[in-house]
């Protein structure tokens, strides 16, 4: 009971204990709610930026649906092919593809580029599928161009005399001009587009097979569901910030994945290691309560065996000093002076 009574134990439960456990729970807690913070600011940014770069993607695909029911018409009014396409130069950016014009019977009336191509790349399945709704346009799944190899989609529109326009353009080109001013890629971000079965048609940071089936892919079951938001997945020991989004009309899927901690600035990452301030706290508080020991307790403990000596008797022992604080010293001079005068 005496030793839990001594001045180092009370010194360190009811002083440096409780302050040592206050600074470790003030570092923790602002530290945690920070990164909570952060976390929730970087998904918040991720999902404005793919909500963003979907919506420049179906703007675009149906700019180039309008483009080619324009084309179909103006073929069915002016009848000549060649200069319809003359005229549609300007598109030729929009469908990297080429595009191209058929009569009703599916004959190949003109094309901005090589014949052979779309002589192999237009399907008849696909003509019917677009003769059956006139003034719509229909948009293929993707193929392979025969030329240059690319993935390819094909959109086509028929008129009610039966000319139809068909347009083709890349995937990837259309989502890379769309993601360049939103999303950059880095070593740890990645973007994924696919269509609507969940078949890759895009991809920028990441490391899939052309074509692969990513409908298990994060984020992606929920976009073809029709749902955009946020997701935090962990792998390899980071958290994820996955963002995803369906893109009308084709129900294709944009998903953006990044760890938060990347985006987070220097600073912020170098925050983290502020509970490490706490360690020469403590350590100063030991030095305190090591210095209270050796100068306090340990010469009043002394000082108490000699006075406990010197009242039976022995008046030598008070002579020899027990060092410590100026008070001691000084108490234990009247302790001397005292038993002089008893002497």
């Known amino acids: 009971l005496l030793r839990w009574r001594g001045l180092p134990i009370q010194l360190f439960i009811l002083t440096i204990l409780p302050l040592t456990l206050l600074l470790l729970v003030i570092a923790f ?19 404005r930026a793919t909500r963003a770069a979907a919506s420049a993607i179906s703007e675009q695909l149906k700019h180039r649906a309008a483009a080619t029911r324009s084309l179909a018409l103006r073929a069915a009014d002016l009848g000549s092919a060649d200069d319809v396409i003359a005229d549609a130069v300007f598109l030729l950016p929009d469908f990297d593809g080429g595009i191209a014009l058929y009569d009703a019977e599916s004959g190949l009336l003109g ?29 293929g799944g993707p ?47 990645s973007a994924v587009l696919t269509d609507d079965n969940g078949l890759l048609l895009f991809q920028m940071g990441d490391q899939h097979e052309p074509g692969s089936d990513l409908s298990s892919y994060a984020g992606v079951a929920d976009g073809l569901k029709g749902e955009s938001g946020t997701i935090y997945n962990t792998d390899s020991g980071d958290e994820q910030v996955i963002a995803f989004s369906p893109i009308p009309p084709l129900n294709w899927v944009l998903v953006i994945k990044e760890p938060w901690q990347a985006v987070t600035d220097p600073l912020f990452r170098a925050t983290e290691w502020a509970p490490l301030v706490l360690a020469p706290v403590l350590i100063v508080a030991l030095i305190g309560l090591m210095f209270g020991l050796r100068q306090i307790v340990q010469p009043l403990q002394s000082l108490e065996k ?25 108490l234990q001079t009247e302790l001397i002076h005292m038993a002089h005068k008893v002497k």
């Open 111 to 139: 094309t901005s580029n090589d014949s052979a191509t779309w002589e192999l790349t237009i399907a008849p399945e696909q003509m019917v599928a677009t003769s059956s709704a006139p003034n719509t346009a229909h948009f």
């Open 306 to 330: 000699k006075a406990a000596e010197l009242g039976w008797g022995d008046y030598e022992a008070i002579e020899e000093s027990v060092g410590g604080i100026n008070e001691i010293q000084r």
């Open 143 to 189: 193929f392979s161009d025969p030329v240059s190899g690319q993935e390819m989609i094909l959109v086509t529109a028929t008129t009610p005399e039966g000319i139809s326009a068909a347009g083709a353009f890349s995937p990837a080109i259309l989502a890379e001009k769309a993601l360049d001013d939103i999303f950059v890629s880095g070593d740890q971000a």
């Open 29 to 47: 807690g602002s530290l945690f709610l920070h990164q909570q913070s952060m976390r929730q600011l970087v998904g918040e940014r991720d999902e």
